[in-house]
């Protein structure tokens, strides 16, 4: 299973991997190709199709929900970030310590969107909050925190590719730039551009919100069975990727 995900995975990489190598020079263009290459590493493509399903599925409902994609997206800056900067700081003694972590770390994404995909087709529910006061935390399902936790739990989730990449590719961009610290913040964008551009042909092509607001209440439950049981379906492959 793993290989047929490394084959779709090098299918899309090698022309990204020629974009990245080409700009080399150029510290900022080629952390964004490497992100773009990155963004279809095996580990990552799970992350990003999960995340286009339940945006998607969102998008269906009611309109695209940019708050929720910008706090995806600020989890996983945050991650490369923190990841990177503490590359610049530390060397490369940190990058064997962090990389003990990420095969754990990779092993929980695939029980993660089995139990959302369990979710969105309504086979357990979650209606209840917790209160502070006066105040309410809202569900995970609507929270932007929910969104930003999936952004973290994404990035951290490295595979082979994505440590070469990351770690054996970007980093010494980074150790030998001066603004090396801004580069992995450049990465994680790259790797967020398949999801930005599929809510992007949602917007240009698609979707008349007003015949949609009126059946959309409709649709947007098929859809959103249909969505959670895409997500189970590749959650299901994802860990029998990883752990069998």
């Not at 139990?115 to 979650?126: A, C, E, Q, R, V």
């Not at 590719?161 to 610290?181: H, Q, R």
């Amino acid at each position: 299973m793993y290989q047929l995900f490394n084959e779709v995975s090098r299918f899309f990489i090698e022309p990204f991997m020629e974009l990245a190598a080409q700009n080399e020079g150029m510290p900022l263009a080629g952390a964004f190709f490497l992100g773009l290459v990155g963004a279809v590493a095996p580990c990552q493509m799970t992350g990003n199709i999960g995340a286009m399903t339940i945006y998607g599925n969102q998008t269906f409902k009611d309109k695209v929900p940019w708050g929720h994609v910008t706090y995806f997206m600020l989890g996983k800056v945050l991650v490369f970030s923190l990841l990177g900067l503490a590359v610049w700081i530390f060397g490369k003694e940190i990058q064997g310590m962090l990389s003990s972590w990420f095969p754990y770390l990779r092993k929980a994404i695939g029980p993660m969107l089995i139990g959302i995909g369990l979710f969105m087709t309504g086979f357990f529910s979650m209606k209840w909050t917790f209160s502070l006061g006066n105040r309410f935390i809202p569900t995970i399902r609507n929270s932007k925190l929910g969104s930003f936790l999936l952004g973290v739990s994404v990035t951290l989730a490295f595979c082979p590719t994505m440590f070469v990449l990351f770690f054996m590719t970007l980093m010494p961009m980074v150790l030998t730039t001066s603004y090396g610290a801004a580069l992995p913040t450049v990465f994680a964008i790259g790797t967020s551009v398949p999801l930005l551009f599929f809510l992007f042909l949602f917007t240009w092509f698609g979707i008349d919100k007003k015949v949609l607001m009126k059946k959309g209440r409709k649709i947007g439950g098929r859809i959103q069975k249909v969505a959670g049981a895409l997500l189970l379906l590749i959650g299901i492959l994802d860990t029998m990727t990883y752990w069998l």
